[in-house]
């Protein structure tokens, strides 16, 4: 039988106070963790975080980061700790679960649980909360930190070789300290698009690199591949890079940039050749416009399945000839249809051997595009378990750079 009168007015009322000093707490613990990141180094965020999550009501906070290649979550320090991190396997944690499916994992036993930090879609770690009592009410709290530490976390790593060693399993080489410091977070998007990208070897790349932006109703991707895979390559492809966003940023069209390319690789790297994938998407209408110099077919991934040769045309020289200057190279389209995919990849991929020998080829990775997209997972855990089959396939040991870049377009979010 229900209450009602005075009882029920004051159970309401006093359920209003509670929700509203919550709510006071939690915006107080926001505000307290903005003010003091300005000032805070990377080695004191933890405590921030932790500060604000006991006005929470919360008992403890661990923060977690992930690795480069995504395979270990790695804990940051205690505050005035050199200690090496915890770290938790991906694959087969519960924080590794909250990480991969973007959703708040709690223990059995309601006393712990790992929320996902997201910058944007990027996934960047998990936040670790402890207490006696998390209720959804103090979790939704808890995910809003989440939210806050993941952009500190972006923010301080600019500026931070403590958040930037946290995040590397061993040492990287100059060519490739080079080409991670141009190349932008691997997964960016919005409402009506994703865009993720993978580059193995990650500590010894050579000359693989990708790009991805974003404006209001566009979505730029390039894909480069110069040849060799030393200092120089890297060298190639980050002027690649820096020539490609230099001349869109001036206004530039696709084969505008792969002109400035081809021009700059001519000038100052002679005999320096680089393939590349140069596109963009309007997400609107999902028009596709490409241009493909030397490189290997985009993939399109339509309703589970791969559609051979729909983005397939004779591909023009490779950039570094000088030959785009005087005729620049034919753009191409292609109408896509809402949750179509789009993977464009470096030869490194389908050309990855066995010790025996067995290439992985194009229809081992068809293959595995289509088994992500059938089991529904998100663009970027999709080409993190795509990246791993290859690194199985070639025992963990790259003989070339092997890049993948996926683009969906999801217009029904909207």
Sequence with gaps: M????????????????????RADATEAGLAQVLAGAHLVTARRMPSLVDAAARRLGVA?????????????????????????GEELDVDASLAGLAYRTHQIQQARDGTVAYIPMIDGVERVGVLRVTGPRLDPATLQACAALADLAALLVVAKSLHSDLLVTRERARPMSVQAELLWAFLPPRTIGTASVTS???????????????????????LHLTLLDAMGHDLASGGASAIGLATCRATRRAGGSLPEIATAIDRTLDQWIPGRLMTAVI?????????LSWINCGHPPPLLVREGRVLPRILERTPHL??????????PPTLHHERLQPGDRVLVYSDGVTE?????????????LADAVIRSATEGEASPEALRRLIQNLLAHQRTRLRDDATLLLAEWHPEAD
């Excluded at 993720?196 to 566009?218: N, T």
């Excluded at 990855?352 to 081992?364: C, I, N, T």
């Design 2 to 21: 229900g209450t009602t009168g005075p009882a029920a007015s004051a159970s309401g009322g006093a359920h209003q106070d509670r929700s509203d000093v």
């Design 60 to 84: 403890d906070t661990r923060l977690y980061v992930a690795d480069l290649q995504q395979l270990r979550l790695v804990a940051l320090p205690p505050p005035g700790s050199d200690a090496e």
């Design 196 to 218: 993720s990208a993978v580059l193995e070897p990650a500590y010894e790349v050579g000359g693989d690199a990708f790009d991805h932006s974003l404006d209001d109703d566009a």
């Design 279 to 287: 596109a963009n998407l309007d997400t609107r209408t999902g028009r």
């Design 318 to 327: 490779p950039l570094g000839l000088g030959f785009h200057t005087e005729q």
């Design 352 to 364: 990855a051997r066995s010790p025996g020998g067995d290439l992985f080829g194009e229809e081992r």
